[in-house]
């Protein structure tokens, strides 16, 4: 199972921005629809945003507004663009193929982002 990589998390102040991208390697990258997660300090994996293989986006109702996810078919990477974070944004953030999600071995080693002053 070949897995994602995630980059560009690092601490950034409440308030800041912060852009994550996200390579994958195959030739169906463009067919696929690609999900970012995040996992918060003592909780389960949960849905960010979505971006379908036609353009399509779907967030979660907690980031609407203020992420914005992306994809760049020549490049096979997807990227999320995070603007107002807060503290509860610190999470671990993952990408991912969405079909693939329920599978424990695609996901890769995700990007830690952490929103503290």
């Known amino acids: 199972q070949v897995q994602p990589v995630e980059s560009g998390g690092g601490w950034v102040q409440p308030g800041g921005s912060l852009t994550l991208s996200c390579v994958v390697s195959?030739?169906?990258?463009?067919?696929?629809?690609m999900a970012w997660y995040r996992q918060r300090p003592g909780k389960e994996r949960g849905f960010v945003a979505l971006?379908?293989?036609?353009?399509?986006?779907t967030y979660s109702p907690v980031v609407e507004g203020r992420f914005t996810v992306s994809r760049d078919n020549a490049k096979n990477t997807v990227s999320l663009e995070m603007t107002n974070l807060k503290p509860e944004d610190t999470a671990v953030y993952y990408c991912?193929?969405?079909?693939?999600?329920?599978?424990?071995?695609?996901w890769g080693q995700g990007t830690q982002v952490t929103v503290s002053s």
């Open positions: 991912n193929n969405f079909a693939n999600v329920d599978i424990a071995e695609s």
């Open positions: 195959g030739s169906d990258f463009s067919a696929n629809a």
């Open positions: 971006v379908w293989s036609g353009g399509t986006v």
